[in-house]
């Protein structure tokens, strides 16, 4: 990881006190790094695909050097250090743990058979996937769902619909309801707020975004079914046949990652390691051993012909883990800025988030946090606006309760705006088109989200936060 990697470097340097970084201390040049990664991250795959596919890795840890050694120079070792180490140890060790849990899980969980892609059939396997994602992940859910709703669909001319609502639904909006659904919310998590908040707080938004996204898929793909009953059907390469579901081990593995979430957020030892810039309580450093044992269950227990049949790799999981420790790292200075609040250089982002008395403004969270995180990445946008908002996790559940639900409904649901939204997005869109797909281009998608999602996003702002 990049910030463990700086940070040993700097550990020599260390005194015996290391001090807290001050974020009114900060020009706006410090974000630089930040916008710098993100940037790469949504643009590199379009304008020069080849480079980034081979050096993206190069890439990241030069954004994440850029921010950790003038920190160090300037600051001082002892704060870069101490911040490196907080960022290492608290959010990007479980984050990433977390992750890779779920990833391996589910690439061991195959389905089998096939059915035919009927606007009910289609509208069923949304459903199913918008449910599972908030239990297995966004990720999780689009692996397993995504290869058996093309097979149902390769005997129609019009199925790249299906895969822009299966986008919409089962990469995004259907993982609002827990932290292990998106990685925004557990990062939350990881921050304080409890499991179950928002299960609690999302659910009526969801509810209403899912059964209204679910009514005009049926309805589209009603209505270009019937089109395409008029003409000669297309030579079905995968007929009919019995589902069934193999690896089914994998799901009460991932029923120990969520007894293991929820036993770190209730059982208080009181036991932790003082470590410079970091706290580790034993509960979560369970926690993460268990994630991590959990994955090797999975590679232990399920058969080897399940994942090949599944297409299953590392790269991927290999790719997040390299992306985000940048993401992380650039991070350090963004955070301390955003938590000096009107004294530090993001003061106007502030004044457009607060009333006129000082109070939040919902919609403004709900639109900021979910424009960003349409086109960058909807963890750090996340995490941007939650400490805008005070950082407090148990203030925020509470008091400012709505304030916290905007930034989590509009993290999760937009980024469904665009491909490189969230994770997911992208590695649906290479597995479609793989299999024959005429998807739409980044810009043609915009065109399908900007029509469909944003006037239901306008709904949910008019019903729940004005």
Known sequence: MIAASVAALLASALPAMAAELDGASL?????????????????????????????????????????????????????????????????????????????????GIM????????????????????GLASVIGTTGAAMVLIRPLLRANDDRRHSAHVVVFFIFLVANIGGSLTPLGDPPL????????????TLQHLFPETLF??????????????????????????????????????GLVNFALIGVIIAAVLVSAAWRPGISLELPGA?????????DAVFVLVALASLMLTRRGIRQANGFTWGPIIEVAKLFAAIFTCMIPVMAMLRAGSSGAFAPLVNLVTGPTGEPVPVAYFWLTGILSSFLDNAPTYLVFFELAGGDAQHLMREGALTLTAISAGAVFMGANTYIGNAPNFMVYAIARHRGVKMPSFFGYM???????????????WLFYL
């Open 447 to 461: 065109l399908w989200s900007g029509g469909i999602l944003i006037p239901v996003f306008l709904l949910v702002t």
């Open 209 to 246: 975004v899912v059964a209204l996204l679910l009514g005009v898929f049926f309805l589209l793909d009603r209505h270009l079914y019937k089109r395409e009953a008029i003409g000669p059907r297309l030579r079905d390469p995968t007929p009919e046949s019995r589902l069934g579901v193999e």
């Open 27 to 107: 020009a706006l040049l410090w974000a630089t790094p930040f916008v710098g990664i993100l940037l790469s991250i949504a643009l590199g795959p379009l304008l020069f695909a080849h480079v980034w596919e081979h050096h993206y890795g190069k890439i990241a840890l030069a954004w994440g050097i850029l921010t950790a050694l003038p920190l160090a120079v300037i600051k001082g070792a002892d704060v870069a250090f101490e911040a490196l180490m907080h960022t290492a140890l608290l959010e990007y060790v479980p984050f990433i743990a977390l992750l890779f849990a779920l990833f391996t899980c589910a690439g």
């Open 111 to 130: 389905v089998r058979g096939n059915l035919r892609g009927s606007p009910g059939t289609n509208a069923a396997i949304l459903a199913v996937g918008a």
């Open 186 to 197: 557990f990062l939350g998590f990881l921050r304080g707020v409890d499991f179950f908040w």
């Open 279 to 287: 706290t580790l309580a034993l509960q979560n450093v369970l926690r």
